[in-house]
């Protein structure tokens, strides 16, 4: 089985800086990779994914995602975040039928 | 499209007691989950199915069962509640599985809150 790990359970950062959050599974045999958001009291949604090709994946509000095989990662980046960017961020992995996700990051952006 | 729909939305359950959780979804999807979410745990898979007919177990099945007679329903069955799972629960979809544009896009319902006493 896999295990997908998020070193950081809370990142606050200011309005406007930049920010990572880290992401690493166990084995890099043919995984798919997800970053998923969840805003409070709601399901998640799908935020971007890495299924094959270009290793550098990007959402539509400005994140991004760079698959690393050798180091087995999947850090979510956003240049520039916004106080709307505020949420709890999943990185998942799929191996064969099976999801695995890490615990969360909390994203919490301040004025 | 309602998208992916679970009934109820929260539930007190008394030890022993039996429940199903709903799950529908209307865009035709094959693909269908159950997870549980803990606090600082993340999502679990507890089962999942890849068709109508076809279910199979995911990271924490013990103490829950599934079926899955029509694309559109995958209900999530408690027979006998224990306090472990006090959880939320969420439902997910997705239309297919592979790494072309546009698979592997799961959609999630807004949750079932669990708590058993």
């Known amino acids: 089985a896999q295990s997908v790990t998020q070193l950081d359970s809370q990142v606050p950062v200011f309005e406007e800086a930049p920010v990572e959050l880290r992401c690493n599974y166990s084995?890099?045999?043919?995984?798919?990779l997800f970053w998923y958001v969840q805003y409070p009291n709601q399901g998640l949604q799908l935020l971007l994914k890495?299924?094959?090709?270009?290793?550098l994946v990007k959402s539509i509000n400005g994140f991004e995602a760079e698959f690393n095989k050798s180091q087995t990662s999947f850090h979510l980046r956003k240049p520039s975040v916004h106080i709307s960017d505020t949420a709890e961020y999943f990185c998942?992995?799929?191996?064969?039928?099976?999801?695995?996700f890490g615990s969360g990051t909390k994203l919490n952006v301040k004025p | 499209n309602a998208g992916v729909t679970q009934t109820p939305k929260f539930r007190i359950l008394k030890i022993g007691q039996s429940m199903t959780l709903q799950c529908t979804q209307d865009m035709n999807h094959n693909y269908m989950y159950w997870y549980r979410q803990d606090p600082g745990m993340g999502l679990k898979l507890i089962y999942y199915s890849v068709g109508a007919g076809i279910t199979d177990k995911g990271e924490v099945p013990n103490g829950y069962n599934v079926s899955r007679s029509t694309t559109e329903d995958f209900p999530l069955r408690l027979e006998l509640a224990a306090p472990s799972q006090t959880s939320v629960y969420f439902c997910a979809s997705s239309a297919t599985s592979g790494r072309a544009e546009g698979t592997e896009t799961q959609y999630f319902g807004p949750g079932t809150r669990l708590l058993v006493l």
């Open positions: 084995s890099s045999v043919s995984v798919y």
């Open positions: 998942a992995v799929k191996d064969f039928n099976k999801f695995y």
């Open positions: 890495y299924l094959s090709g270009s290793t």
